[in-house]
């Protein structure tokens, strides 16, 4: 079993329409949680960042974590085409430093 | 400077020979993270530093690989006697509090 899973998509959403991307981790003593975007040909951008249990809203973005379940989400509401990329979720463990383990990532299409 | 600068940013390597690329962080960050990614997966983690203190190697995949940052600062992976299996992208992040920001990578290929 992988540390992070991810589905790796394609998800085809409608502009204006929800994203939902999930991740789920096999640690229990996970701590950081993170999800960062990444265009074709381009290095990952850090678009969110959640520690504890329950939702954070930056902007058009909403992660969601349970740490009872072992997942966390990122939802983008209003998807925009710009919105197109492939979505990591990332997971830092306790005691291991700044070391994050990385999902393979879950392409997202946005279509006009 | 203002993110993260790696460089080269692409490199051409014929199969043997050693190669190093560069890493400069985001002034002020303490941590400092190498990271492997090929096309199509996640980043893999291969190295990381706080300050000049290697702390954790454990994803480097071979003792062909070495990385470096002898004052803190700007840091250097080493790839010696490359092979094909590491025709990669290789990214540098750094961090201070949060997560690590990445720079554009070092897109390596060997022939």
């Known amino acids: 079993q992988k540390e992070v899973e991810q589905n790796s998509g394609p998800l085809s959403v409608p502009e204006g329409a929800i994203a939902s991307l999930n991740c789920t981790y096999s640690?229990?003593?996970?701590?950081?949680f993170f999800w960062y975007r990444q265009y074709s040909g381009k290095s990952p951008e850090l678009i969110m960042s959640i520690y504890s249990n329950g939702d954070k809203e930056d902007g058009r973005f909403t992660a969601q974590l349970n740490k009872a379940s072992q997942y966390v989400s990122l939802l983008i509401r209003d998807s925009q085409p710009s919105d197109s990329a492939t979505y990591l979720c990332?997971?830092?463990?306790?005691?291991?430093?700044?070391?994050?383990?990385f999902g393979q990532g879950t392409e997202l299409s946005v279509k006009p | 400077g203002a993110g993260v600068s790696q460089s080269p940013r692409y490199k051409v390597a014929k199969r043997g020979q050693d190669v190093a690329l560069r890493c400069d962080p985001i002034?002020?960050?303490?941590?400092l993270f190498w990271y492997q990614q090929a096309l199509g997966q996640g980043p893999e983690f291969l190295t990381y530093?706080?300050?000049?203190?290697?702390?954790?190697k454990s994803g480097l995949p071979s003792d062909r690989f070495f990385a470096e940052r002898p004052e803190g600062s700007v840091s250097t992976l080493k790839i010696q006697r490359t092979q094909q299996e590491d025709s990669a992208v290789y990214l540098c992040a750094s961090s201070s509090r949060g997560g690590p920001i990445f720079g554009e990578g070092s897109r390596l290929t060997v022939l």
């Open positions: 002034s002020g960050h303490v941590s």
């Open positions: 640690d229990r003593v996970s701590q950081s």
């Open positions: 530093f706080q300050n000049e203190a290697q702390l954790d």
């Open positions: 990332a997971v830092g463990v306790y005691n291991q430093g700044g070391k994050l383990i």
